[in-house]
């Protein structure tokens, strides 16, 4: 293979990236390394071949795929159009949405200056590197015959086949982070309500990689229910710890609105649509708690024992974050502690059969108790619930897929509109999936 004639670098190297406080690898962004640019990729002996390659274990296309199929190779595009130049305007950024740092944080991979190789160009946008870290001190020896993805992973690359750390990353740019932050300023402007369910987004993304025994081999075999677990546990860690920085805690006399549910405060008065839940009374504003719904349903089934005490601790937060009794941070760090505990359980779990059942009879059931008022919560569950009939349904662990797919349908259509959402309707349509499908009743 032409690629083996390249020299064995193996890099002695000790200048590693340094890990996180708590010992997961830095995200692609924040690595200390330099990122070469998506020219060192592309050659048709690499990653730039127009047809896959046969022999190779890997496809060696990837580039043509993510050039011309996907979405993240136009991300740096998208801030240029009409959308873009409107909201750079209303939020003053003088030099254009293209050269904001605000911008091109998630719509490019845009590290610090010192990092950037000859061949880096800001314009390609979300590129290789952004997802699989910088390229310095892992291009020149990933191609050497025989070394271990661990050994890769050592020299930098970002590990996106674990699931926790892919949720990570993949939520530092569709949900926001630290270093890349997502305001209500920046929403206010114009943006996009941004949302992600990890799994479904997986599966929307033209796939570069192939999982085949050789994959398989190297790296294990992707569980979508596990990647969805931690998705969902990764994105209320994220919630959290931005609740818990005081850095990032505040937007003048008021804390970040993003970390709220958008639709408590936007919605017409006209609307009565209070339901009493989680420990939060009339007239008060929710954390968005989309996430933590997902998570109820998978303790419920992974520590069903504890169930009630972990959804004791959200209502506590709820209560405490809008007002009533208790030390809001107190409880966030209370609850941040569980969440962490339980993303180490959903990382060293094999979720069985039963697992499924359990967590889709407890989202279907969330619903009866009036748990998806608000629209980020059932966009939540519907993602949730067609990202576990789906794992069902490719274990043979589903009996009535074609009538289940008419319902999942069925409770999209309720889905389409936000402004449209009528928690009533979402109810009685998960009451038909939940007859038509596989699930008694409790
Ligand atoms: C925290 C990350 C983040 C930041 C910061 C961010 N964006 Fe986005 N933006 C996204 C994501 C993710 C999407 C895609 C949302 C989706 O489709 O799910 C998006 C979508 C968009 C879209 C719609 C794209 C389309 O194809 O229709 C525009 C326009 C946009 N962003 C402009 C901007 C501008 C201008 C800024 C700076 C003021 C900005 N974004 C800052 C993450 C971000
Ligand atoms: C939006 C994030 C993202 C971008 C951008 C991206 N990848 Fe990937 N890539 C992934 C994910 C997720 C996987 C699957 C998990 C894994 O094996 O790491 C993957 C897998 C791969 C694999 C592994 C295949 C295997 O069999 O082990 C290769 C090679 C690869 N990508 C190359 C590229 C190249 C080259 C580019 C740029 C042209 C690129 N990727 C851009 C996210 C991305
Ligand atoms: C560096 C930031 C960044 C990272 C990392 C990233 N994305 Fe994105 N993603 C974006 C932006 C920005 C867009 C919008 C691009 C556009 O509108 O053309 C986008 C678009 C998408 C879309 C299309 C959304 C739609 O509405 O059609 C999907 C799906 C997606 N990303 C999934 C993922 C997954 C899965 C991962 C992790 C494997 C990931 N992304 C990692 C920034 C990122
Ligand atoms: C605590 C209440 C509150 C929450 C929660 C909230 N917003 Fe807002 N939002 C406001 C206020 C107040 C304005 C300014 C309205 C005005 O200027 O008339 C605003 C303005 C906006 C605007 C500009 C359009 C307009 O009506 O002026 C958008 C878009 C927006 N918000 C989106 C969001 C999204 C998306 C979320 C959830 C991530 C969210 N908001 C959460 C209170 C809120």
Request: charged share 25%.
């Amino acid at each position: 293979m032409i690629r083996a004639s390249l020299k064995p670098v193996i890099l002695a190297c000790t200048l590693l990236a340094a890990t996180t406080s708590w010992g997961r690898p830095p995200l692609p962004n924040e690595a200390h390394a330099v990122s070469v640019g998506t020219l060192n990729c592309t050659t048709s002996t690499c990653h730039g071949s127009v047809v896959p390659w046969e022999g190779s274990n890997v496809l060696q296309n990837e580039y043509t795929t993510w050039s011309r199929l996907d979405p993240h190779a136009k991300a740096y595009q998208v801030l240029l159009n009409e959308q873009s130049k409107k909201i750079a305007q209303r939020l003053g950024l003088k030099n254009g949405a293209q050269n904001a740092k605000e911008c091109l944080d998630c719509h490019a991979h845009n590290p610090a200056q010192k990092f950037r190789g000859e061949r880096f160009d800001i314009t390609d946008g979300v590129t290789c590197e952004a997802c699989h870290g910088p390229a310095e001190k892992w291009i020149k020896s990933h191609t050497v015959e025989g070394i271990t993805h661990a050994e890769n992973v050592k020299n930098g690359l970002f590990p996106s086949d674990n699931p926790r750390d892919q949720a990570r990353m993949c939520l530092s740019c569709h949900m926001g982070s630290e270093s890349k932050p997502m305001t209500h300023r920046i929403m206010g402007a114009g943006h996009p309500r941004i949302s992600i369910e990890l799994d479904t987004f997986n599966g929307i993304v033209p796939a570069h990689w192939k999982i085949d025994d050789d994959y398989r081999k190297r790296k294990g075999t992707p569980d979508s229910i596990k990647i969805w677990a931690l998705g969902q546990g990764v994105a209320v860690e994220e919630l959290l710890n931005h609740l818990l920085d005081p850095k990032r805690g505040r937007d003048g006399l008021f804390p970040e609105l993003v970390l709220f549910d958008c639709h408590a405060c936007h919605h017409p008065m006209s609307k009565d649509q209070y339901s009493a839940r989680s420990g939060v009374g009339p007239g008060r504003i929710r954390l968005n708690d989309s996430n933590m719904l997902m998570m109820r349903a998978l303790v419920s089934v992974v520590d069903a024992g504890n169930s009630k005490g972990f959804n004791d601790q959200i209502s506590k937060l709820q209560a405490a974050v809008s007002g009533g009794q208790g030390d809001a941070m107190a409880e966030a760090k209370t609850l941040l502690g569980m969440v962490r505990s339980y993303n180490d359980q959903f990382e060293k779990r094999s979720f069985s059969n039963g697992d499924l059942q359990g967590v889709l009879k407890a989202l279907i059931n969330e619903a009866s108790d009036g748990m998806y008022s608000d629209y980020a919560g059932a966009e939540q569950a519907y993602m949730a619930i067609t990202s576990i009939a789906t794992g069902m349904s490719k274990r043979g662990a589903l009996n009535n897929s074609s009538e289940v797919n008419k319902r999942l349908a069925a409770l999209r259509k309720l889905l389409a509109n936000d402004e449209k959402y009528r928690a009533s309707d979402f109810q009685k349509e998960l009451v038909n999936l939940r007859n038509a499908a596989f699930v008694q009743a409790k």
